[in-house]
């Protein structure tokens, strides 16, 4: 597996998956009782299951926990393949039918939200619910099916090009710089770490070019991602500094199985900065179910 010299991100069980759509996929693991809750990062230049790290660790969360690295990130593989949304949401669902435990409850950060609505729609048998924390595809924006980005992709494999920019943005005061945007006090400095380390490993430009080139987000992912889902979601939110929610209200206006919980004084990784709230908002949500 690509990436062996990145250490763990956290202390947990470390499983290998083999997939259909993915050769080699590392998911960190913590047993439990009840339905399993499927953890998935965020989307960004040096993204990694390190994001999700507080539900192992500042939580007395009772139900298993898999949280993997997804392809391209972290220390699963990065091979130089298409990185797409609509690869990512069959990665989910072929997580989830690994995992063979029935209907699973996922909880994705930012644009992962969207390809775990995807993957919902795609395979509604698979999934029990969905807890999208500050969720992409929200914000007032035009509506653009060009091609645009597949064209700004092109220009970001250029040799030198792209790898000029990716030097950059790779860099601790540039990771620092992304990732101090989320925390009002700062973020913490082993996080800004294990970034850095995962920007350093092989094939890690890969996936988030695709990020940069916006090949990850839906033209319009309230009506073709958001509204159609029929089972129960809910939203973990208050600011962030790199979206907003527009038409969120809307959406859980006009729609019974969507529940919206504000997080305050967080700007969109709540489980860093009120894992406390975090956490009951989650069990709050998932003991309804039962």
């Known amino acids: ?7 763990a991100a956290f202390d947990a069980e470390e499983v290998p998956w083999a997939l259909p759509s993915s050769p080699s996929v590392l998911c960190y693991h913590r047993p439990g009782s009840g339905p399993p809750l499927l953890l998935l990062h965020s989307m960004n230049a040096a993204a990694s299951a390190f994001e999700v790290k507080p539900f192992f660790e500042d939580m007395a969360l009772s139900m298993p926990l898999y949280a993997p690295d997804l392809p391209g990130f972290g220390r699963s593989e990065r091979s130089d393949r298409v990185y797409s949304p609509e690869f990512y949401a069959r990665v989910i669902i072929d997580m989830v039918e690994t ?57 970001l494999r250029l040799p030198l090009l792209g790898a000029g920019l990716f030097r950059v943005l790779r860099t601790k005061p540039s990771i620092r710089f992304f990732l101090d945007k989320a925390f009002a006090g ?7 770490d294990y970034a850095w380390a995962c920007a350093a ?7 988030p070019f695709y990020f940069l080139s916006t090949q990850f987000f839906a033209p319009d992912a309230v009506g073709d ?66």
């Open 186 to 192: 700062g973020a913490p400095e082993d996080m800004v």
């Open 201 to 207: 490993q092989p094939g890690a430009s890969y996936a």
């Open 1 to 7: 597996m690509e990436g062996q010299s990145l250490p």
């Open 99 to 155: 995992m063979d435990l029935g209907p699973v409850d996922v909880l994705a950060l930012s644009t992962t939200s969207e390809f775990a609505a995807r993957a919902a729609l795609e395979a509604p048998e698979l999934f029990r619910s969905l807890t999208l924390v500050s969720p992409t595809g929200f914000m007032r924006r035009r509506e653009s099916r060009s091609r645009a980005p597949e064209r700004v992709h092109r220009v």
């Open 225 to 290: 991602l958001y509204e159609p889902l029929r089972l129960p979601v809910q939203v973990l939110y208050d600011k962030d500094p790199n979206i907003s929610f527009d038409y969120l209200d809307d959406v859980a206006r006009d729609h019974d199985n969507w529940q919206l919980t504000r997080i305050p004084d967080t700007l969109g990784l709540p489980q860093f900065e009120a894992p406390a709230q975090t956490q009951a908002a989650l069990e709050s949500f998932l003991g309804q179910l039962s």
